[in-house]
């Protein structure tokens, strides 16, 4: 299937669990759906799957570093993107 709703059955016990896995499902796809809108409103005509390809070597790192007064530091900092993320 070329489609980001891949079906399959559900297999919870709970009726409660099944609402809240639709819930979510219906939520992943309006994610998908805005950032394809806000691609193509920037001139972006590339399917999901390919964007998503080329983004997944694109991270964001934390680093966590403890000092001497027993307090953390944490650091973030993305990776530094490839010319076709810029």
């Known amino acids: 299937m070329k489609s980001p709703l891949l079906e399959r059955p559900l297999f919870h016990h709970l009726e409660k669990r099944t609402q809240t896995h639709i819930f979510r499902c219906v939520m992943a796809y309006h994610l998908l759906v805005a950032i394809e809108k806000r691609f193509l409103d920037r001139g972006v005509h590339t399917s999901w799957w390919t964007l998503r390809a080329q983004l997944r070597t694109h991270q964001v790192v934390t ?9 953390v530091l944490k650091i973030r900092k993305g990776t530094t993107p490839e010319p076709m993320h810029r």
């Open 63 to 71: 680093v966590v570093l403890p000092t001497k007064d027993g307090k």
